[in-house]
C-alpha cells in the first residue's frame, strides 16, 4: 500500500460530516480467484460549507468514487453514511452536474429543470415558478421554451446548473462539469459558480468537484484531495487557504499548482511538504531552492512532443494529446513539464500551447535543434549551468559527479538526486553542453570543445 | 414563432384556420366513434366463419374498413406486447438471456404455425361470438408484427447513455416518470420506424390469415384479404386488380397520414447535440400541430391523470431513497421471488398445454397439415409458402 501521507491534516471543519464514507472500496470479482481492485479502502468526509475538489490521473478511480459518495454505486465493502445513517436507507438530497450535461433532448429547457421537482412531487404551479427563478438565476432568462440542442454548450450546462440546484440539494456533486466546454466558456461558468456559492444564493450545503484540471481545482475548492492509482486511494488531502477570488498570477496559485503537478507526476514519491500559502510570500525563495525539480523525459520526447503540439495548431488539452497518443496520462506530465521548464510551452488551463521559442525548435533539422536546446537549457536549468559554469572554470575542465550529487543531496532525496543527475546527463549529452564519462563518473566538456579548450590553454602558457 | 400578419385578411385566415382543423379533428372523432359502433355489431354477433365474400366494388370499403382494423388493433397489441416483453427483459438481469432467446426462436418460426391452435384458443375462448374468430386472426397478425418491436424496444433500452440513467436516478425518477420521460422517448425513434416494417409484414400475414382451411373447416372472414384470395381462386382479374389497387391505396394513405407525420413528430426524439438541417416535414402533423383542441385537451388530461400519481409516488419508498445504479431491483429480491415467478410460470404453461391437448383430442394431424382451398399457383398463399 502507497503512502497515505497527509501533511496538512484536514481539521474536522464546524459541524458534522454530512456524507462520511468509511473504508469504502470497490473492487470487480473475477471468475478465478483474484479480483481487480479499482479503489483501495479509503476514509472520506464531505462537511458543510466546503468545496472539495478530487483530482487523479485517469484510472484513479474519481468518478467511481462520486458515484459510491453519491449513492449511485454501492461499494464492494465498506459503508457510505448521510448523517450517520447508511446511505442506502436515507433520504438523500444531492444532485449532479454531468460531463455530458445529460439533459434529455425531447424535454424543452424549463421541462428539463421542472423534472426533478416533479419527481419530488411538486404541483405544477410551484414547479414552474422555482424552476423559472432557478433559470432567472443560472442567466437563462427567457430560454425556458427552448430546446437543448438549440443552445451553446455553455448554455447547455447552464441548465444542468439549473435542473441540479432546483431541488435544493445539500451536497451538489459535479463530475468534470466545464471540460466538456470551450476555455472561455468553462472560466465564465467557474466564476458564476464561485459567485452562486459565495454570496450563498444556491442553498447548497457542500460541492464535491471531480476534475482533472489542476488550475480549475485550485481556483473553486476549499480543500483538495489528491487520488494515486492502481488502485485508487488518497495521496494527499490538504485544504487551500488562498482567499477567494483568486489571482491565477499569484505565487501562491501557481507554487500550489506546482506542488500538484508534482504530486501528480510523480505517482512513486511521497507528496512534498506543501507550499506556504499566504499570499504574496513564497516559502523557500530562489537562493533557498536551489535547484528545479527535473522533469524525467528525455529531449526526443520533448521534441516530439513539440512536433505533434505544431501538427496540432500549437494548443492542445493535455489529457486530449494523452489519448491521441495512447499515452498514460503519468507518462506524458513529465515530457510537458520538461519543456515547460525549457520555455518551449507554456500550460494555460490544462491546455499546452507552444511558444515561439518552441515551435522554433519544433521546426528546425536536428542540429540546430541542439543548439537551440542548449540555449533554453543553460538560460533555464540551473544544474545544467552549474555544470557547464564549472567545467569551463576548471583547467582540466571535468568535474567529479560527487560534486553535484552532494549539492543535489542537500535538496532532494538520495534516490532522486541520483535521477536528476541522470537526467541533467541526458539532457547535457544531448545538447552537447558536456559530456559524461561513465567510467570515471566525471562529467567533461564534449571531445570537439575540449580540444579547442586545450588548445585555449596551451596558447595562453 | 409565429409572425405578426399586417393584413387583415391573413389574419382572418389564420383565426378561422384552426377552427377548421378543430373541425375535422372533431369529425375524425366522430368517425372512429362510428367505427367502433360497426365492429362491435359485428364483432358481437353470432359466429360465422365462412362469409360469403361478394366481388363487387361496392363491397371493398367495407372489406378494407374490416381488414384495416385488425391490422390496426393486432399493431397496438404488438406494440404493447413489445413494451413490456422488452422492459421486462431490459431490466431482469437473471431472466434476460432467456428471454431474448425465445424471443428469437419465436420470431423465426412462420405465421402459420400458428395458426392452430392460435384459432382454436381464441374460438373456444369466447364462444357464441363472432370476435372469437377474429381474435384469432388478429392474433396471428400480431405474430407476424411483434417480434422486431420487441427487439427493438429492448435494444433501445440498453443503449440509454449512461449518464442519463443516473441523472434519472439521482433526481429519484419513479418507475413511472422514468419511463415516459427517458425510456419511451429514447425508443420511440426506433419504435416508429420498427412499426413501418411490422405493419407492412401485417399486411402480408392478413393475406394469409382471413381465409384458411383447417382440417374440414373453412374460415373466410369479410376483408381485403378474403377478397383478393377469393378473386384469385375464381380467376377474376378484374376484381384482384381492383384489391390490389385499394391495398396500395392504403398503404399509400398510411404513408401520409400516419408514418410521416410521425416520423416528423419523433424528429424531437432525435437524440443528436445539434439540430439537423434536413428534416422530414408533414404537412398533416403541420396541421394538426395548429390544432387548439389537439394541443390542449390531451395535455390537460394527461396532467389530471399524471399529477396525483406523480405526488403518490413521490411519497413512495421507491423514490425517497437512492437506489445504486449497478444492481438491479431483482438482486434485492433475491432468489426466492424468481423461484416462485419461475414455478407460476412452469404450472401455467402445464395448464395451458394440458389444456390445449384436450382442445386438439378432436383434431386430427391431417387437420394440422394447413391447406389453403386448393390454392391456384399465382395466389399469395403459395408464393408466402415457397
Redesign the interface.
Known amino acids: 500500500m502507497p503512502e497515505a501521507a497527509v501533511q496538512n491534516p484536514v481539521q474536522p471543519a464546524t459541524g458534522e460530516a454530512i456524507i462520511e464514507a468509511q473504508k469504502i472500496e470497490k473492487y470487480y470479482a473475477q471468475p478465478s480467484q483474484n479480483r481487480i481492485q479499482v479503489i483501495a479502502p479509503t476514509d472520506l468526509k464531505i462537511v458543510p460549507g466546503e468545496i472539495l475538489a478530487l483530482l487523479g490521473p485517469s484510472g484513479s478511480g474519481k468518478s467511481t468514487m462520486l458515484?459510491m459518495l453519491?449513492?449511485?454505486?454501492?461499494p464492494s465493502a465498506g459503508q457510505v453514511f448521510w448523517h450517520g445513517k447508511p446511505?442506502?436507507?436515507?433520504?438523500?438530497n444531492?444532485?449532479?452536474v454531468?460531463?455530458?450535461f445529460?439533459l434529455?433532448?425531447?424535454?424543452t429547457v424549463i421541462e428539463n429543470v421542472e423534472?426533478?421537482l416533479?419527481?419530488?412531487?411538486v404541483?405544477?404551479d410551484e414547479r414552474y415558478e422555482r424552476s423559472l427563478r432557478m433559470l432567472d438565476t443560472v442567466g437563462l432568462d427567457g430560454f425556458q421554451s427552448a430546446?437543448p440542442?438549440?443552445l451553446s454548450g455553455g448554455m447547455r450546462q447552464r441548465v444542468g446548473f439549473a435542473?441540479a440546484l432546483v431541488?435544493e440539494p445539500e451536497v451538489l456533486f459535479m463530475d468534470e462539469p466545464f471540460s466538456a466546454l470551450d476555455v472561455l466558456t468553462a472560466e465564465n461558468l467557474r466564476s458564476e459558480l464561485l459567485e452562486l456559492w459565495s454570496k450563498k444564493t444556491m442553498p447548497t450545503k457542500a460541492v464535491f468537484l471531480v476534475t482533472h484540471n489542476i488550475e480549475e481545482a485550485v481556483l473553486l475548492a476549499d480543500r483538495i484531495i489528491v487520488l494515486g492509482r492502481n488502485p485508487g486511494h488518497i495521496r494527499t488531502d490538504f485544504r487551500v487557504e488562498i482567499p477567494q477570488l483568486r489571482d491565477r498570477k499569484a505565487p501562491a496559485f501557481t507554487q500550489l499548482v506546482d506542488y500538484i503537478y508534482k504530486v501528480l507526476t510523480q505517482p512513486d514519491v511521497p507528496p512534498a511538504e506543501l507550499p506556504d500559502q499566504q499570499a504574496g510570500r513564497r516559502v523557500r525563495d530562489q537562493r533557498q531552492m536551489k535547484y528545479q525539480m527535473l522533469p524525467h523525459a528525455r529531449p526526443g520526447g520533448i521534441a516530439g512532443l513539440l512536433e505533434l503540439l505544431l501538427d496540432k495548431g500549437g494548443r492542445d488539452d493535455i489529457y486530449r494529446l494523452a489519448d491521441d497518443l495512447a499515452f498514460d496520462i503519468d507518462d506524458l506530465f513529465p515530457i510537458v513539464e520538461a519543456a515547460q521548464l525549457l520555455g518551449f510551452l507554456k500550460i494555460e488551463e490544462g491546455d499546452a500551447a507552444i511558444t515561439p521559442a518552441g515551435a522554433e525548435y519544433a521546426n528546425s533539422e536536428i542540429l540546430r535543434q541542439k543548439e537551440l536546446f542548449r540555449e533554453a537549457a543553460i538560460e533555464n536549468v540551473l544544474l545544467l549551468r552549474q555544470i557547464r559554469r564549472a567545467l569551463d572554470t576548471k583547467s582540466d575542465h571535468t568535474v567529479p559527479e560527487e560534486f553535484f550529487l552532494d549539492m543535489l543531496d542537500e535538496q532532494f532525496s538520495e534516490q532522486e538526486s541520483l535521477r536528476q543527475l541522470e537526467t541533467a546527463i541526458n539532457w547535457g549529452r544531448y545538447a552537447e553542453i558536456f559530456d559524461f564519462d561513465a567510467s570515471r563518473r566525471r562529467f567533461v566538456l564534449p571531445e570537439a570543445e575540449e580540444e579547442e579548450a586545450e588548445a585555449g590553454s596551451e596558447e595562453a602558457e | 414563432m409565429r409572425i405578426q400578419h399586417p393584413f387583415a385578411r391573413s389574419l382572418i385566415t389564420v383565426r378561422t384556420w384552426p377552427v377548421v382543423i378543430d373541425l375535422g379533428v372533431g369529425l375524425c372523432g366522430l368517425a372512429i366513434f362510428f367505427g367502433i359502433i360497426q365492429m362491435a355489431h359485428y364483432w358481437m354477433g353470432a359466429p360465422v366463419p365462412v362469409m360469403p365474400i361478394s366481388h363487387s366494388l361496392r363491397a371493398l370499403p367495407l372489406y378494407s374498413f374490416y381488414s384495416i382494423v385488425r391490422i390496426t388493433l393486432a399493431y397496438l397489441l404488438s406494440l404493447v406486447f413489445a413494451i413490456c416483453y422488452g422492459y421486462f427483459a431490459a431490466y431482469h438481469s437473471r431472466i434476460e438471456a432467456w428471454m431474448i432467446a425465445v424471443l428469437d426462436i419465436l420470431q423465426s418460426i412462420p405465421v402459420l404455425s400458428f395458426l392452430p391452435p392460435v384459432v382454436l384458443a381464441m374460438v373456444s375462448l369466447v364462444p357464441g361470438h363472432q370476435l372469437g374468430i377474429e381474435l384469432g386472426v388478429i392474433l396471428l397478425i400480431f405474430t407476424g408484427q411483434v417480434w422486431n418491436l420487441a427487439f427493438s424496444f429492448y435494444s433501445s433500452l440498453k443503449s440509454i447513455?449512461r449518464?442519463?440513467s443516473?441523472?434519472a436516478?439521482?433526481?429519484?425518477?419513479?418507475a413511472w416518470?422514468r419511463f415516459w420521460?427517458?425510456e419511451m422517448?429514447f425508443a420511440t425513434i426506433g419504435l416508429v420506424w420498427n412499426s413501418i416494417v411490422s405493419v407492412a409484414g401485417g399486411w402480408f400475414a392478413l393475406m394469409l390469415c382471413e381465409m384458411f382451411t383447417m382440417g374440414d373447416r373453412n374460415f373466410q372472414l369479410p376483408g381485403l384479404g378474403s377478397y383478393m384470395q377469393s378473386a384469385a381462386d375464381s380467376g377474376d382479374v378484374r376484381s384482384l386488380l381492383l384489391g390490389i389497387f385499394t391495398v396500395i391505396l392504403i398503404v399509400v394513405a398510411t404513408d401520409q397520414l400516419v408514418w410521416r407525420p410521425l416520423i416528423a413528430w419523433s424528429d424531437?426524439?432525435?437524440?443528436?447535440?445539434?439540430?439537423s438541417a434536413d428534416r422530414v416535414t408533414s404537412p398533416i402533423l403541420e396541421l394538426l400541430r395548429r390544432s387548439p383542441l389537439l394541443n390542449s385537451v390531451p395535455a390537460k388530461i394527461w396532467?389530471k391523470l399524471e399529477?396525483p400519481m406523480?405526488?403518490?409516488?413521490?411519497?413512495s419508498r421507491e423514490?425517497?431513497?437512492?437506489?445504486?445504479?449497478?444492481?438491479h431491483a431483482d438482486r434485492r429480491k433475491g432468489l426466492m421471488g424468481y423461484w416462485a415467478f419461475a414455478a407460476v410460470v412452469a404450472i401455467v404453461a402445464c395448464w395451458a398445454a394440458i389444456q390445449a391437448v384436450f382442445m386438439l383430442r378432436s383434431v386430427t394431424w391431417a387437420d394440422l397439415r394447413l391447406r389453403s382451398k386448393a390454392p391456384p399457383p399465382h395466389s399469395f398463399a403459395s408464393i408466402r409458402r415457397c
Open positions: 458515484r453519491s449513492g449511485l454505486s454501492r446511505i442506502s436507507q436515507a433520504d438523500v444531492v444532485s449532479i454531468f460531463q455530458s445529460a434529455f433532448p425531447w424535454l423534472a426533478p416533479q419527481a419530488r412531487g404541483g405544477p430546446y440542442k438549440e435542473r431541488v | 447513455p449518464e442519463m443516473e441523472a436516478r439521482i433526481y429519484r425518477y419513479s416518470q420521460q427517458l422517448p424531437k426524439f432525435k437524440f443528436e447535440q445539434v439540430e396532467a399529477e406523480n405526488r403518490r409516488l413521490a411519497r423514490t425517497t431513497l437512492a437506489h445504486p445504479s449497478d444492481e
